[in-house]
């Protein structure tokens, strides 16, 4: 267990709300106040808004905004394409004219650049994703296909082992059928759709399950097999390939650049500088 030093206890346990330091203390001057939460009125000191990011783990956060700023600074949306966008995104918040825009933004406190960067700022990383990263799609494809393919099975939860392995036999000899044992025995939610479930991504199941998905063929039943407090008993139904289409391709892009942006985020957290991100050609 770590102890503090004689030098440590001696400090007072300041609150956040307590904005006084020492260096404050010392010089009599207050830290002015120059980070703002609402437009044009600062509240935060430089100092302040630095311990809430250490404290409230926010740095992660900030570290992620500041490369997507980066990145959607590169890319230039045809003009007509930006006003649609932002006509889209205007009009379920109620603004349809030129009035009402302004009301909306003197109460948002933003303004016209802010919005336009905040209702564009998805369709510039899609685009920005594409231009980048659509050359390493099919490899990517080919690495995930695996977890991208899609599954029907059959499932039985039971919290007891040896009621799991008769289940098993039963259904092995034929003597009852899944959705029978389902309705009578099951544990789980799927007791509902009597014991079927699916179309899922196989990716997206537990990896004790997932990893017996990943191989099986249709038609294949498990030997019961626990995973946390429950005995599951399963049979693959239906499988159904991924295929690489425009959806696809297009998730494929977005996971590619969150690969990227992970590691220019754990490059700023450890205090490295970054090279701007590569710009396309304008307008994309």
């Known amino acids: 267990m770590i102890e503090p030093n004689d030098e440590q206890r001696q400090q007072p346990i300041r609150t ?23 437009s044009g009125k600062p509240s935060l000191s430089v100092r302040a808004t630095n311990r809430l990011l250490r404290r409230q783990d926010l740095a992660r956060f900030l570290a992620r905004a500041q490369v997507i700023e980066a990145v959607v600074a590169t890319v230039t949306l045809p003009k007509d394409e930006e006003r649609k966008i932002l006509l889209s995104w205007l009009k379920p918040r109620g603004v349809t004219n030129e009035s009402s825009l302004e009301r909306w933004l003197q109460d948002s406190g933003w303004t016209f650049e802010d919005l336009v960067a905040v209702a564009t700022l998805q369709e510039r990383l899609k685009r920005y994703a594409h231009w980048r990263f659509a050359k390493d799609v099919e490899v990517r494809f080919l690495d995930r296909k695996q977890d991208l393919d899609q599954v029907t099975y059959s499932l039985l939860r039971v919290s007891d082992q040896a009621l799991a392995e008769e289940l098993y036999f039963r ?30 991504a196989v990716s997206s199941a537990h990896e004790e399950l997932s990893s017996r998905l990943r191989i ?29 289409d425009d959806e696809t391709r297009m998730k494929m892009e977005l996971d590619l650049f969150g690969v990227w942006l992970d590691s220019q985020i754990s490059m700023l957290l450890a205090g490295e500088s970054l090279l701007p991100p590569p710009a396309p050609p304008t307008p994309l």
Do not use: H, M
């Open 216 to 244: 099986g063929n249709p038609s294949q039943l498990w030997p019961p097999f626990q995973i946390g407090q429950q005995w599951l008993v399963v049979r693959l139904e239906e499988r159904f390939p991924a295929q690489l």
């Open 16 to 38: 956040l709300g307590e904005e006084t330091l020492d260096d404050e203390v010392l010089t009599g001057v207050r830290e002015p106040a120059l980070i703002e939460l609402k």
């Open 171 to 200: 259904l092995r000899e034929g003597e009852a059928s899944f959705d029978q044992l389902a309705l009578s025995y099951t544990e789980g939610t799927e007791r509902r759709t009597r014991g079927l479930i699916g179309p899922i």
